[in-house]
């Protein structure tokens, strides 16, 4: 098992950025695929950005060019700057890692959430 606690989140104006970190425990941090998904009000949870253990990066295409992913296998951390805010980036951003244990079987963990709020 592996928990995540996710930081960072906050209220900035349009235009301006955030970093957000996720610290892991419990596991091999390296062995996990991590992520950062968001979630708007009445809105389902949705991809934004995610990280291989040996460093292939895929985007939602709504953040391409503004927001960059990294991990830091040393301190079991996983970041995500956040540049060029707009106010459609508001959601509660969630940390996530998954990894599969086994053929056809996936193991997803998450953390709290932390609230991201844009203003215009």
């Known amino acids: 098992q592996v928990q995540l606690v996710e930081s960072g989140g906050g209220l900035v104006q349009s235009g301006g950025s955030l970093r957000l970190s996720c610290a892991a425990s419990g596991s091999i941090f390296s062995s996990y695929v991590m992520g950062w998904y968001r979630q708007a009000p009445g809105e389902q949870r949705e991809l934004v950005a995610s990280?291989?253990?040996?460093?292939?990066?895929n985007y939602a295409d709504s953040v391409k060019g503004r927001f960059t992913i990294s991990r830091d296998n040393a301190k079991n951390t996983v970041y995500l700057q956040m540049n060029s805010l707009k106010p459609e980036d508001t959601a509660v951003y969630y940390c996530n890692a998954y990894r599969f244990p086994g053929p056809g079987v996936r193991s997803d963990y998450w953390g709290q959430g932390t609230q991201v709020t844009v203003s215009s």
């Open positions: 990280i291989t253990r040996v460093g292939t990066i």
